[in-house]
């Protein structure tokens, strides 16, 4: 024997030595070199491949066998799985029974993750039955891998078959509420992380770093495939045509669609192998914990570790990434800064799953400042950690910081994935930054993400919060699918631009094509009734909500209708219904009553709701505010100084107005009255001459808007320098002729701005759109687009009749625009945070500006 057939003996007997993919690759030649082509060599030469996941190398060496022994199987059964070649896995190990060869235990976890891969539990179970017919369901590694497949089946069978890889577990809530945007980010990622957690579980019990890939196949369930496939695996038929069930399985995709889901599953099954198994390893109990935690059974699974540690198991770093979501989800910080501790003494704390575990734990817990420290105390970091900070930054409200950790993230040279951008979407959206949502707009294309579910509805929402109604239209009748997300995300939008009427259209649309709306739709479409003054059709929605869907109102829903009544002239009516809210009401529900109190001048009313919200919110700002200004138009100055100095003993101060636009991709921001803006002589210059035509068309400041007690030449001056007019006026001699203007305003836009704004848009032939804090007023050719409910609530409206004066206009910002350049000079001012209701103007809408 030469010295390198007996090098190749050596190698052949511990397959252990070959490193590397090079090194497997030079074995196979000398063993072709040496003609040692005999079966068993051969198959250990693909058990070598299959380990490395040359599925190319495999299947050659593989279709070189005439009769593969079990070795050789089992290699390409899960070489076909870890490449996500589901039917091909399955359909070779109906070959294999067919040929008379047994499986045994390193055979069946590659049959059962591929029957999780095509989402179907009938194959499932019909694998489980062979298991317990050939006696293998006492086998540490198949009872492990049947584990893991049924608590996938769970989290299937809760999230809707169809969506299983992009789907998201149970909707969470950020701060008081839940909100769309943070919706969409929270979802897909728990999803992501939730897959990613089981699945690494699954790789160990494989003993090979197999990472599930989502193939492009979907199952079936034709009753007739199926019971051809369990005829193979139960009773093997030696006449079969082997490659007519090939083209069974890879049919079944059409009749799965058609055919819908999988039967519902229960973790009890999960138990119940677990019981069974005479020998339990971490794995074991890692499956069952992680399973319990994946599907909300947070008691069980933290049972399950007590069991463990009597059993004189230690928790491991995959044990604790299990847990630490169930704390993250009771927000118990406390628990979960015990799990951290313990984790940093046995050396978990440097773990990615463990550290990404942290970080969401923290951000959940609102404990942002904890996520930074320990992502930066990561020594590696992979996509789920930059998406896991970035994620706990935009929903805890720190939008810059969530946009700087995305850049980060590029400069790493990290590839943003789909979640990525989910994640990073709502923080253009909350800060109003369209130039900024335009750029990842075109990433996302290029990067070949628009298609996504996620990323669409994402878009949808931060094109309408940036006051694009028209391009989130045409994102959201682009894309091929709708799911509730979708539906809901451009119901908002609707309702939040005032489009009332179409928004409830949707609404009933989604209803039509079968999409079961849930809390947040119902949200929406208040929310849309409430602009439109529609009393009796919210009435119907709410109670359907309840009645038809089961869904139990929350504070968001309560508000919408108070909101509603309030707008309507209807106080007591609001009074009685918020007394009688099945939960306690919070301080921002009764603000919503005092704000109408203000509108509706109940100074009665309005004190009783007051002494409501100092009861139960004694910090409340925008309370003391509300009811100061409702003293003034009711010219009690002496209780107005009373309730300042209140104020004042208890260091409150009033934050001022301030309204910013985006010009030249910076923003520039504006406080009522501040003089402090480079251009503002040039700005007030053009706001005089925009006065002299405004005066010419009938407009007369309405100074009773003004609440402080001075003369009326002084009221005047204070109207014309509202925020929100120094913005408008900024954006006119800064911009072409033409160009829409988007201003933003961290307060209601007041009745005389309204008013004053619309006959702007006629004088200078310009679009103007106004986002405050109850929702978007787009103005153009002297009248509001969305609509004039406006009036309803003021008592009066102001239509201009149309002149040619806004062409005389236009000339003059060409005049502005040729003396003065655009804005490459100008000096950035810092962005106002918005914390405002996009919704219905209340505090707990945490994420929405």
């Known amino acids: 024997m030469t010295s390198t057939q007996t090098l190749l003996k050596t190698l052949l007997k511990n397959p252990s030595t070959i490193k590397t993919k090079s090194q497997a690759k030079q074995l196979h030649a000398q063993i072709l070199k040496t003609k040692s082509l005999c079966s068993t060599h051969l198959s250990i030469l693909l058990s070598i491949y299959s380990n490395f996941k040359l599925l190319h190398h495999s299947l050659l060496v593989f279709n070189a066998l005439h009769s593969p022994p079990t070795l050789a199987w089992k290699s390409i059964i899960r070489c076909y799985t870890s490449h996500g070649l589901s039917h091909q896995s399955l359909a070779s190990f109906i070959q294999m029974r067919a040929s008379g060869k047994y499986p045994d235990c390193h055979v069946f976890p590659s049959v059962l993750k591929s029957c999780t891969l095509l989402m179907d539990l009938r194959l499932g179970e019909s694998v489980h039955a062979c298991i317990v017919r050939l006696g293998m369901d006492f086998d540490l590694y198949t009872g492990n891998a049947l584990m893991s497949m049924y608590s ?10 169809h969506h299983v890889f992009d789907e998201t577990p149970e909707r969470r809530e950020i701060g008081k509420c839940r909100e769309l945007s943070g919706r969409i980010v929270s979802e897909e990622l728990e999803s992501e992380a939730a897959m990613l957690c089981i699945d690494r579980n699954a790789n160990r019990e494989q003993g090979v770093g197999e990472s599930l890939i989502n193939n492009n196949f979907d199952n079936g369930n034709s009753n007739e495939l199926i019971n051809n496939f369990e005829k193979q695996i139960m009773g093997i038929d030696h006449s079969v045509n082997l490659n007519q069930i090939k083209d069974e399985l890879l ?24 019981d069974l198994m005479p020998n339990r390893d971490l794995v074991s109990w890692n499956t069952v914990i992680a399973g319990n935690a994946q599907n909300g059974m947070y008691e069980e699974a933290l049972a399950m570790i007590r069991e463990m540690g009597g059993a004189n198991l230690k928790p491991d770093s995959f044990t604790l990434s299990s847990v630490l979501p169930i704390f993250a989800e009771y927000v118990n910080i406390i628990k979960g800064k015990e799990i951290h501790g313990y984790a940093i003494r046995h050396g978990f704390d440097a773990d990615l799953f463990i550290g990404s575990s942290l970080i969401d734990m923290y951000a959940k817990c609102t404990r942002v400042e904890d996520s930074c420290r320990v992502f930066n105390l990561l020594p590696q970091r992979d996509s789920i950690s930059w998406n896991s900070i970035i994620a706990g930054c935009v929903q805890n409200g720190l939008f810059d910081e969530g946009l700087q950790f995305f850049r980060k993230m590029l400069k790493a040279k990290i590839k943003p994935r789909h979640v990525s951008f989910s994640s990073i979407m709502p923080a253009c959206a909350h800060l109003t930054s369209l130039h900024l949502g335009k750029q990842l707009h075109g990433y996302i294309i290029r990067g070949g993400f628009d298609d996504n579910i996620f990323i669409a509805s994402s878009l949808v929402d931060m094109y309408a919060k940036c006051g694009n109604i028209r391009i989130a239209r045409w994102i959201f009748y682009k894309m091929e699918q709708h799911d509730m997300v979708s539906w809901t995300a451009i119901i908002m939008a609707y309702a939040l631009h005032g489009h009332a009427h ?66 309507a002239g209807r106080l007591e009516e609001a009074y009685k219904f918020i007394c009688n809210m099945h939960i306690r009401p919070t301080g921002s529900v009764w603000s919503i009553l005092l704000a109408a ?114 003369d009326e030449e002084q009221k005047r001056h204070l109207l014309c320098s509202h925020s929100e007019r120094l913005a408008i006026g900024f954006g006119i001699i800064s911009t072409p002729a033409g160009t829409t203007i988007r201003v933003t305003k961290n307060i209601r836009v007041c009745v005389d701005c309204h008013i004053a704004i619309k006959i702007i848009s006629k004088i200078v032939g310009r679009e103007i759109i106004v986002r405050d804090n109850s929702r978007f007023h787009n103005f153009k050719d002297g009248r509001e687009l969305s609509t004039d409910y406006q009036k309803f609530l003021s008592g009066k409206d102001f239509t201009p009749c149309r002149t040619a004066s806004h062409v005389l206009f236009g000339e003059q910002s060409i005049h502005y625009l040729k003396e003065f350049p655009q804005q490459s000079s100008f000096i950035q001012i810092a962005i106002c945070i918005l914390s405002l209701t996009a919704l219905t103007r209340l505090s707990f809408f945490a994420t929405t500006p």
């Open 152 to 161: 996938k089946f769970e989290s299937m069978c809760e999230r809707g078959v």
């Open 251 to 274: 049919q079944m995709n059409d009749s799965y669609k058609r055919t819908g889901g999988t039967r519902a599953v229960r973790m009890d099954s999960v138990r119940k192998i677990f």
């Open 502 to 567: 179409d928004a409830i259209a949707l609404f009933k649309k989604m209803e039509m094509e079968g999409v079961k709306p849930n809390d947040v739709a119902f949200v929406a479409v208040l929310t849309a009734c409430s602009h439109a003054g529609l009393v009796d059709e919210a009435w119907k929605y709410f109670n359907s909500m309840t009645q038809d869907f089961g869904i139990v109102p929350g504070l968001e829903h309560y508000a919408a209708v108070a909101d509603l009544l309030g707008r």
């Open 597 to 710: 109190c203000r509108v509706h001048k109940t100074v009665e009313l309005a004190e009783k709701v007051a002494e409501k919200i100092f009861r139960v919110d004694p910090e409340n700002m925008g309370a003391y505010i509300l009811l100061s200004n409702i003293y003034s138009a009711a010219r009690r100055w002496k209780d107005v100084a009373n309730l300042r100095i209140s104020m004042r003993k208890k260091g409150m101060k009033k934050k001022p107005a301030c309204s910013w636009i985006e010009v030249s991709n910076k923003v520039h921001a504006f406080v009522a009255g501040d003089e402090s803006h480079p251009y503002y002589e040039r700005i007030n210059e053009a706001l005089k001459v925009l006065l002299e035509q405004m005066e010419r068309e009938g407009y007369v400041p309405d100074t009773k808007e003004v609440l402080h007690d001075v």
